[in-house]
Each structure stands twice: as C-alpha cells, then as structure tokens.
C-alpha cells in the first residue's frame, strides 16, 4: 500500500530556516508531480510549491524566493527548503502525489502533515 510521510516540521523562530521532507513508500511504478500544501487555523488548505517529474517547478507568490522544493526521484522524496520564515507561514504542511502503483493506478495521495510553528 502507497504511503506518503512527511518530516521536518517544528518551532522555528521568525527569521529561521526548516526543511520538510515527504517519502513516498509502498509498490509504485512512477510517480508524476509532487507538492507542499498548508493549512493554517481557520484557514482553507493552499498550495504551496508544486514539482514535475522533470523537474520544473511553481510556487505561490506568499512563498517565492523564500521556500525551494526538490525532489530525489531515485528515493521517492520530495522536499521543501524554507527559509526566512514569517508567523504567517505557520500552518500545518501536507505533501500529494500523483503515483502509479500496481494497487492503484494514478491516483493522488497525501501525507497525514507536519505542524510548522514559526514564533519568538
């Protein structure tokens, strides 16, 4: 069965840097795009960076030149890089996937989230 689990989350200071790192684990033939999504209290869940399987990438604008997302094919993982974090970025962060399995094929996955808490 495919599972996506995601790491890296914490409390980081306002300014401070953490990287979120999501495995995708279980009988996958491929997987397509990945991405990072948030959601803060009281707040609807928005996409935050998004990765093709060639890499090619996009952000939302709150994020751009602050955050980088990666991937490592060869480890199933995609990755989130944040730096100079804001309060506003607190929120939980989930990752998805467009994965082929034998089980499942193409379907769209997500994480169970890793709570980010940027505060002083």
């Known amino acids: 069965q495919v599972q996506l689990v995601e790491s890296g989350g914490g409390l980081v200071q306002p300014g401070g840097s953490l990287r979120l790192s999501c495995a995708a684990s279980?009988?996958?033939?491929?997987?397509?795009?990945m991405r990072w999504y948030r959601q803060a209290p009281g707040k609807q869940r928005e996409l935050v960076a998004g990765i093709t399987s060639g890499g090619m990438t996009n952000y939302a604008g709150s994020v751009k030149g602050r955050f980088t997302i990666s991937r490592d094919n060869a480890k199933n993982t995609v990755y989130l890089q944040m730096h100079s974090l804001k309060p506003e970025d607190t929120a939980v962060y989930y990752c998805?996937?467009?994965?082929?399995?034998?089980?499942?094929?193409?379907?769209?996955?997500w994480g169970q989230g890793t709570q980010v808490t940027v505060s002083s």
């Open positions: 998805n996937a467009d994965i082929n399995s034998p089980d499942r094929p193409w379907s769209r996955y």
């Open positions: 279980g009988s996958i033939f491929s997987i397509n795009a």
